[in-house]
Every structure is written in structure tokens, then in C-alpha cells.
């Protein structure tokens, strides 16, 4: 039994059931019972019903009247909608110090860098961790309290995302290196176009990939790509 300690109880309960969510421990579709859930974290149902409708707001679990939580399907929509917010705040954070990455934010990323090209051996690595990290250090960057706010409002509906779309293996660990050293590389220039495009095209083409393996095309959305078309003016 996993014993969760005392404070804040409802939020550890939140983090052991997303962590459940993100390993698909709980597959999508797949029915929360309050009882299992407190009996596996030695809890009463109290937490665990409060932790379950902090998840609900979150958009990771879904409650249906007779059938209880069950962990929530995203589709197609949902994903790319997450990814365009995300690119957007990726924008915004280069804007706000017009491409000028610090030393110690590239010194970040080049350590994350090296964890993504090592993860491929590394059995229990957790490359939807380190994808959110290597991100998240260019939102820190940007010194606006309120955009890093925002950014980590959306922390695991991210991490759920990735691991709903990701099939991991060690040709995606290769691939997931280079296209993030695409983006480091732009980083180290510090021209925000530059730094721009790059993300851009970090996004945009999985978005691609994604329409295209659901025989979709942006026509199907119900909003235009041209949210994240190219902020840089080259």
C-alpha cells in the first residue's frame, strides 16, 4: 500500500492518480473507482473525490451521471488545440525578450538535450517529463510571472496530451532529440525570427502528422492554423 502523508492531501491524491493517468496505469476510457483509489493510497473517499473533480476542471477525467469518473478520450481537436495554445505561449515568451536566451536558460537546455539523447537506453525514462521541461525552461526565461502562470495551468493536460499521441520507442527517442536540437540551435542564435520559425515548425509539423494519420485536413478543424502561422517577419 502507498501511503500518502497528510498535507494537502487532495492535491497529492490529484498527482498520484495523474501520474496513474500519464503511465497508462488508468487508460483512456478506463472507469475510476473512488474505492480502489483510496484503497491503494490508504485514504478515505473524501480526498478522493475532491481530487477527482480538481481533474475533471483540468479536463483529464470526464464524470458521466450512472457511470461514475472514467479518464477522458481526447480527440483530434482537443490535441491540436493544446498544441497551438502551447506554441502561442512559446511566442509570446520569445517576444517578451526579443529572442535574447540566457546563458543559463541554454545551459538548462543543453542538459535536457542530453537527457532526451539518453533516454532512448533508459528504460523507466520519462520523455513526456522531459519534453515539458525543456519547454518549460524557455517560459521561465521569459520573466513574466503571469505567462509562466499560464503555462503551468496547462502542465498536465500537456503531459496527458503526450502521452495520448506519442508512441515511444527508441526511433522516436532519436527523433525527439533532433527535433528539439533544431530548436536549441535556434535558441543559441538569439534571433527571434530565427527562434520563431524554428518553433513553428516543431509544431506544425506534428500537427501535419496528425491530420494526415486521420485522413484529416485543416479544413476539418474548427479553427484556422493561422493562429501559429510565422510570428517572425523573415
Known amino acids: 500500500m502507498h501511503n500518502i502523508i497528510h498535507a494537502t492531501l487532495r492535491e497529492q491524491v490529484a498527482d498520484a492518480i495523474r501520474v496513474k493517468i500519464i503511465k497508462h496505469e488508468l487508460e483512456p476510457g478506463q472507469r475510476i473507482i473512488e474505492s480502489d483509489i483510496a484503497q491503494t493510497f490508504g485514504v478515505s473517499h473524501g480526498p478522493v473525490r475532491e481530487a477527482l473533480r480538481q481533474l475533471e476542471q483540468e479536463g483529464i477525467v470526464e464524470y458521466t451521471r450512472n457511470a461514475g469518473c472514467s479518464v477522458r478520450k481526447l480527440?483530434?481537436?482537443?490535441?491540436?488545440?493544446v498544441l497551438m495554445i502551447r506554441c502561442s505561449i512559446e511566442y509570446s515568451s520569445?517576444?517578451?525578450?526579443?529572442?535574447n536566451i540566457s546563458e543559463e536558460a541554454l545551459s538548462d537546455f543543453a542538459e535536457v538535450l542530453d537527457m532526451m539523447k539518453r533516454s532512448a537506453s533508459i528504460t523507466d525514462s520519462d520523455p513526456e517529463e522531459i519534453d515539458a521541461e525543456f519547454h518549460r525552461i524557455l517560459i521561465?526565461?521569459?520573466n513574466m510571472p503571469h505567462l509562466i502562470k499560464l503555462w503551468d495551468s496547462y502542465e498536465y493536460v500537456m503531459l496527458f496530451t503526450f502521452s495520448n499521441v506519442v508512441d515511444y520507442d527508441e526511433y522516436m527517442a532519436l527523433q525527439f532529440y533532433n527535433n528539439h536540437k533544431v530548436i536549441y540551435d535556434a535558441f543559441a542564435t538569439r534571433n527571434c525570427?530565427?527562434?520563431?520559425?524554428?518553433i513553428y515548425d516543431h509544431y506544425i509539423s506534428t500537427i501535419t502528422k496528425m491530420l494526415a494519420s486521420n485522413n484529416m485536413t485543416e479544413d476539418d478543424l474548427p479553427f484556422s492554423l493561422d493562429i501559429i502561422k510565422p510570428c517572425y517577419s523573415k
Open 94 to 99: 520569445v517576444k517578451a525578450i526579443q529572442g
Open 75 to 81: 480527440d483530434i481537436v482537443e490535441i491540436i488545440e
Open 140 to 142: 521561465l526565461n521569459s
Open 193 to 198: 525570427d530565427k527562434i520563431c520559425k524554428a
